[in-house]
């Protein structure tokens, strides 16, 4: 059976990792069975340094971007992507806006925020830890989110600036989808993991953000992240 390598649930997620939270369900909505191992100390033995990874049979895939398109071609693909070429180039293009610009938006609400660590994101990950450590480790990963948003370009932005950011990817999202149930339409393709990944990942868990706010007031997107949620549910 397939083993998922992630973090494990939190805030109402399957996993706070939006990249571990697309594999999940991608494999939910394909009926592929898999099992999760859960844990920080999965990202010691990653390839790339990251999560998610998986294992199926003795083969290793990194990444979420290499890990669907290697489910798509084992395992068949129920949930296809659009042929007209147009539509699959957009939310192609849709799919990175939000690896890799959203995501940084996230990452700083939650990691760099002061309120946001302190009250949510220093609690689910490190309370658990024995005190010497918990004093010092939870700064040294913070330190390290930090130069890497900064290595990125997104932590050089003011904080309204970042949130700016943010926004203008979920406002593209809303208009995007319109009055459509699903990203490519009426159907489900796989686009949408993406997306339910992200706006559920904004929408759900408890940390206060002009991104959360945007999500909350738009019936678009929280209907959006309910329909997901009851075709996952089936
Ligand atoms: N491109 C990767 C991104 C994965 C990624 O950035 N994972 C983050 C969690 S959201 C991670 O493992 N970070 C740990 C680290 O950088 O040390 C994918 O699509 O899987």
């Not at 990444?63 to 957009?90: C, H, M, W």
């Not at 007031?217 to 089936?234: E, I």
Request: with cysteine; hydrophobic share 40%; charged share 20%.
């Amino acid at each position: 059976m397939i083993r998922l390598y992630q973090f494990g649930q939190a805030w109402g997620l399957p996993d706070p990792s939006p990249f571990c939270m697309k594999v999940v369900t991608y494999l939910q909505l394909a009926n592929i069975d898999f099992e999760s191992v859960s844990g920080l100390n999965n990202l010691q033995r990653a390839p790339k340094g990251k999560l998610p990874y998986i294992e199926d049979e003795g083969k290793i895939v990194a990444d979420s971007g290499f890990i669907i398109p290697y489910l798509q071609e084992k395992y068949g693909n129920p949930v296809g992507e659009p042929t007209d070429p147009r539509q699959r180039g957009a939310l192609r293009a849709i799919t990175r806006m939000l690896d890799e610009d959203l995501y940084f938006a996230m990452v700083y609400a939650r990691w760099i925020d002061e309120h946001n660590w302190r009250q949510h994101t220093f609690p689910q990950f490190f309370s658990k830890m024995p005190l010497p450590i918990r004093a010092v480790v939870p700064a040294i990963i913070r330190r390290g989110v930090r130069k890497s948003l900064h290595g990125q370009g997104m932590g050089r932005h003011t904080p309204g600036e970042i949130m700016q950011i943010g926004l203008r990817n979920l406002e593209a999202l809303r208009d995007y989808l319109g009055d459509n149930p699903f990203i490519a339409g009426t159907e489900v393709c796989v686009a949408d993991v993406t997306v339910y990944a992200f706006v559920a990942g904004i929408a759900k868990p408890p940390h206060a953000s002009a991104l959360k706010e945007f999500v909350a007031a738009d019936p678009t997107l929280t209907n959006y992240v309910t329909r997901m949620d009851s075709r996952l549910a089936h």
